[in-house]
């Protein structure tokens, strides 16, 4: 465990196991216990940036601005109150991925990833192993008491680890399978990209492996088979765009091309692709939930509803605006749409500028080292674009790229991609924090 010896790792591994992991703190210790975990984290990233003299001024323009309008839809929020809130843990979010950005180094945040990844999923499977075989019954969040009938989803485990086979699926520490796949599906990437490079021992390495593909496997996420096929195609890219520098401008229209037309096929054969993923037609009850919220988006379209991140459930329209099967949804599963209804046409128009730089600046990262990356390998540097992929593609079907560790990753390469000294994509601004005195 040489990552505890090394303040930065623990810190960025505790970090992400606390926000990929964050039901597991809420489930066993409440909200306040969670709290205060964040708030001891938070504290850790605060003291770094003030030892090492962080200047967290120079972020991506459009991130800026996205968070600038986040911040004045306090004004025209129909909840300004929870907006506030929101905006606070947001903007404390962002803070953590941007002084993360400036003091660990890729190869420091994949073997923090690594940590925290192995972490969730051996707890994980151990957590479902008790549960089906000690336990044999399903087990509810502590700290909480529902009136019955309880719904699937409240169960923190539903001791499905022996059922997988006839249509259960493990929760795992995380209390819901799509983010138990998620991390799963991080985990395969950070456990390549280790043994390729020989970075952990091999036995040690295709043991996590093949922990990845079989925590995918028993979650059933039928948005984590998609995620994996777009992270596939990414590095199909970024293979071809090295090995045929000469040709790049080939390579980036075949690409756009293959993309278009895959959509394409993809929406006209949706039914066919549904029923092999052993979904239904409305994606999981995801089509009745978008209507629903475009509908909502419709009556403020320009500035939307307020900032809000994920839901709160005490707050109109969103606390009944999705009722299915007695639970209470909190999330547009759409990263966009979430975006559309709260900030409105305007603030979808910034986070789609500030994705898209994004997302372009770590593809040219992957694919061209930068000034000073000479320790970098060719394999590390799959990490930013494979990385990205897996959170724009979830971003569709899930809203966590704007909470937690998806939002903490998506700054983290959003800002380290402009620091790596690659030609700008976008440009930057200072924002209004005073430099520290160097004289003191």
Not at 294 to 314: N, Q
């Amino acid at each position: 465990m040489k990552w505890v010896r090394e303040r930065r790792v623990a810190l960025t591994a505790l970090t992400l196991f606390t926000l990929l992991a964050g039901d597991f703190w809420r489930y066993l210790l409440s909200w306040w216990g969670w709290g205060i975990v964040v708030g001891v984290l938070l504290i850790g990233w605060i003291a770094l940036a003030v030892k090492t003299r962080v200047d967290p001024r120079r972020i991506p323009i459009a991130l800026a601005a996205f968070i600038l309008i986040a911040a004045l839809s306090t004004i025209w929020s129909a909840y300004p109150l929870t907006t506030l809130l929101a905006v606070s843990t947001t903007v404390a979010t962002v803070f953590v991925g941007v002084i993360m950005a400036a003091t660990v180094s890729l190869d420091q945040l994949l073997r923090a990833l690594g940590v925290a990844a192995r972490w969730i999923i051996g707890l994980s499977l151990v957590f479902e192993f008790v549960v089906a075989t000690i336990i044999r019954r399903p087990v509810l969040p502590l700290w909480v008491e529902y009136e019955p009938p309880i719904p699937g989803p409240f169960y923190w485990s539903r001791g499905d680890l022996f059922d997988v086979f006839a249509g259960g699926r493990i929760q795992g520490i995380v209390g819901n399978a799509n983010l138990l796949g998620t991390v799963a599906a991080l985990a395969l990437i950070v456990f390549a990209i280790q043994l390729v490079d020989r970075r952990v021992p091999i036995v040690t390495g295709w043991f996590w492996l093949g922990a990845s593909v079989v925590t995918i496997l028993f979650t059933e996420s039928a948005t984590i088979t998609v995620v994996l096929a777009g992270c596939a195609f990414t590095l199909g890219v970024v293979v071809l765009a090295r090995r045929y520098p000469h040709r790049r401008k080939t390579v980036y229209v075949a690409t756009v091309g293959i993309g278009v037309l895959g959509t394409v096929i993809a929406i006209a054969l949706r039914e066919q692709l549904l029923d092999l993923l052993g979904r239904s037609g409305d994606l999981t009850n995801r089509l009745g939930i978008w209507e629903q919220v475009i509908g909502l988006w419709a009556e403020r379209p320009i500035l939307g509803w307020g900032w809000m991140s994920y839901w709160a459930p005490w707050v109109e329209p969103f606390d009944d605006l999705v009722i299915i099967n007695g639970v209470t949804y909190l999330q547009a599963h759409s990263a966009w749409l979430d975006v559309a209804v709260q900030l409105g046409v305007i603030g979808l128009a910034l986070f789609t500028v500030a994705v898209v730089t994004a997302v372009l600046r770590c593809a040219s990262w992957s694919i061209d080292a930068a000034e000073g990356e000479q320790a970098h390998t060719p394999t590390l540097r799959l990490l930013p674009a494979l990385v990205m992929t897996l959170l724009v593609v979830q971003s569709f079907a899930e809203s966590r790229l704007l909470v937690e560790a998806g939002l903490v990753l998506f700054t983290f390469f959003a800002v380290a991609s402009m620091r790596a000294g690659l030609p700008p994509i976008s440009p930057s601004i200072p924002l209004p924090v005073r430099a520290p005195n160097r004289a003191s």
